[in-house]
């Protein structure tokens, strides 16, 4: 159990709608990150929030934007759905949160499995 | 840029047998890395690390080598359970964004 919770853990949606998912950090950590599992693949880091301010970015689209809130929720959005978004979808928290520094104590969701029709 | 690959699975064995999962990296610098174990319907958990060149990260019976010289960080147990059926994945700690970039992930599968 790492205090990470998640939902929805399943969604479906079609092509072109926007999506929400929702993360619940571990209480006390100020930075949460998302991250992108495609099947059968690593999951891929898509963002970093320390602090309810966006400070580390992979290789995703504007479309794929978060927010992160006093109370240790955050928020991943999507949108204009495509079919390759999905995928599941992985919330990690930590209390590291200077970008750079050695991430390396990351406690994960579940994850969100999302499916784009 | 950096870089995670490891070995393709599936890997199937039989409880007690010996687990070699290999994995070695492309990086700038040295970073920190990782083992992580996805098991079925949860998130991923850490299960070793390793911050430097030599270090052995060990947990559960697993362990793994910091080996500079070859890049690599590859995965061993001497006698699995059949409850060490999962998904490993390795991980270094880089990247521009200071974030964990994974390998695609060995699914291993152990039987009675």
């Known amino acids: 159990e790492t205090g990470v919770t998640q939902s929805p853990t399943h969604l479906i949606k079609t092509r072109g709608q926007q999506v929400t998912l929702r993360c619940s950090s571990q209480s006390g950590h100020n930075t949460v990150s998302w991250y992108q599992q495609a099947l059968g693949q690593g999951p891929q880091f898509i963002f970093q929030?320390?602090?309810?301010?966006?400070?580390g970015r992979g290789n995703f689209p504007p479309r794929f934007s978060g927010l992160q809130f006093p109370n240790y929720s955050s928020e991943l959005n999507v949108n204009a759905l495509e079919l390759d978004d999905s995928a599941l979808y992985l919330c990690a928290s930590s209390d590291l949160s200077i970008l750079g520094a050695a991430n390396e104590k990351l406690f994960f969701g579940s994850g969100t499995q999302l499916s784009v029709l | 840029g950096d870089s995670v690959t490891q070995m393709e699975g599936p890997v199937t064995l039989s409880e007690e047998a010996f687990l070699t999962i290999n994995c070695t990296y492309t990086?700038?610098?040295?970073?920190?890395l990782f083992w992580y174990v996805q098991y079925p319907g949860e998130g991923l958990q850490l299960l070793l690390k390793?911050?430097?060149?030599?270090d052995k990260g060990s947990n559960k019976g697993f362990e793994a080598t910091y080996r500079k010289e070859t890049t690599s960080f590859h995965l061993e147990k001497g006698s699995v359970q059949v409850s060490d059926s999962a998904v490993y994945f390795c991980?270094?700690?880089?990247?521009?964004?200071?974030?964990?970039?994974f390998g695609k992930g060995t699914k291993l599968s152990v039987k009675p």
């Open positions: 990086a700038t610098g040295y970073p920190s």
């Open positions: 390793a911050t430097k060149a030599d």
């Open positions: 929030y320390y602090r309810e301010e966006e400070n």
């Open positions: 991980a270094l700690h880089g990247g521009s964004q200071g974030n964990l970039i």
